[in-house]
Each structure stands twice: as structure tokens, then as C-alpha cells.
């Protein structure tokens, strides 16, 4: 029982689509499609210091999100990461997780709709992560960020929750984070596409692991191999 209402932000998504008589996916946007974890790992060894001289892949596989290094545990830099969180300007900075992923998220909206952008990041990112989808071709759908009363280490539940009521509009997603997965009901009856190798051991739900935007394509034309842009 997630501790807070999706029924009004469910309603809307699922009034909108039925209205244009649309079913499909939802995609996630941090490091799904967004390089964030890059891009806030390189600023962090630059602003803060880097003193076990760690790659950038390694800093990202042995510590996963900036939050974790221990050596960033100082005031200052938590006041960077949190404000810069937060900040509807520094959206548009943020690089492509791959040079042509706009190309394959485009391919795949033409197997299956893209219908929804589900984040974790706050409302406050809303009309710059809107822009940056914009900039970049992707193609256009509802974008639903975190509300205020859902706290940071409430997302993965909340996306969960959301995803599982929006099915059967929402037939399945595309994420990079394994955490939501684990908060999926036993009976999600969609498909995950788990993106950008990363794992999870749950086997009573469909993941589908991608390890690249190519393989997303392909993966999601072995899965609907008819269009499901139709309800049904």
C-alpha cells in the first residue's frame, strides 16, 4: 500500500489515452534515455576531488549514484547535488545516453506507441525535461514527473504503482532501474524492458533485458509483433 494517491494522475493518463484510442509503452527518462549518471558523476570528480583516481565507469559501477561515494558526504556537495537536483535549468545540459537514441526510440513509437514519460525526478524538472525531450526528436507524449508529497526514496514504489494501474493502456516500460522492478505485484501482467545490462533475479514477472537502445527495437518487435495501439 503506497502511502500517498495515484488515483487523480491515473485517471488523466488513462482518460487522455482513451480518448485517442492509444495503448503502448512508457519510458523512463534518467539514464534510460538521458545520460545523467554520467553527467553528474564527471561534474562531482571535478568539483569535489576524485582521490581513489577512479575511472568514470568505475566510480559508476562501484558506487552507482553520487549520494553513495562516501567521500562526497560533505556538506557542500550534498548542497550541489540537491540544488542542481532540483534546478529546471540544468535539464537542458544533460547529454544523450547514446548518440542515436532518439533514432531507436522513434523506431520503436513506430512498433509500439510511445504513450507515456514516467521520472523520478521532482515536478520542479518538469518544463526543462519537457524541452530537452522536445530539442532531441523524441516523440511527443505525457510526461509525469514525481509529485511533492512522494519523497526521493518513495519513486521506485510510486512508479511501480503507476505503471500496474495504467495496464492494460500501458502494456509495459523501458528502465534502466532495477529498483522499480523489485516493487512490481507479483501479478504485473506487463513487460519490463530492463535496460543497459542491468539485472534483476525476479522471475514471477516479464523482464526482458536490454543492453543497448538496438536491442530495446528488437526486443520490442519479438514481443508485439502486432501493433498494440488498439485496446484490447
Avoid at 85 to 111: F, S, T, Y
Avoid at 172 to 193: E, H, S, W
Amino acid at each position: 500500500m503506497v502511502p500517498y494517491s495515484i488515483e487523480g494522475m491515473v485517471l488523466k493518463v488513462k482518460g487522455y489515452l482513451n480518448r485517442l484510442g492509444k495503448t503502448g509503452l512508457s519510458l523512463d527518462v534518467d539514464d534510460t534515455l538521458v545520460g545523467t549518471k554520467q553527467f553528474w558523476f564527471e561534474q562531482m570528480m571535478a568539483l569535489f576531488g576524485n582521490p581513489e583516481n577512479l575511472s568514470l565507469e568505475q566510480m559508476s559501477t562501484q558506487y552507482r549514484y553520487c549520494e553513495k561515494v562516501p567521500y562526497w558526504q560533505t556538506p557542500e556537495a550534498l548542497a550541489w547535488i540537491e540544488y542542481h537536483r532540483v534546478n529546471n535549468g540544468v535539464q537542458g545540459k544533460l547529454p544523450l545516453i547514446e548518440e542515436r537514441v532518439g533514432e531507436k526510440v522513434r523506431e520503436v513509437d513506430g512498433l509500439v506507441p510511445i504513450c507515456l514519460y514516467l521520472t523520478n525526478r521532482p515536478r520542479t524538472t518538469r518544463a526543462g525535461t519537457k524541452r530537452w525531450l522536445v530539442s532531441h526528436g523524441f516523440p511527443k507524449a505525457l510526461l509525469l514527473t514525481r509529485p511533492d508529497n512522494v519523497s526521493l526514496s518513495q519513486g521506485n514504489a510510486w512508479k511501480a504503482a503507476i505503471l500496474t494501474a495504467l495496464y492494460p493502456q500501458i502494456r509495459g516500460f523501458v528502465d534502466d532501474n532495477p529498483g522499480v522492478v523489485k516493487m512490481l505485484p507479483k501479478d504485473y501482467p506487463g513487460t519490463v524492458f530492463l535496460y543497459g545490462g542491468a539485472h534483476c533475479s525476479r522471475r514471477d514477472v516479464s523482464i526482458v533485458p536490454c543492453h543497448n537502445w538496438a536491442e530495446v527495437c528488437e526486443k520490442v518487435r519479438q514481443t508485439y509483433p502486432f501493433s498494440c495501439s488498439q485496446p484490447g
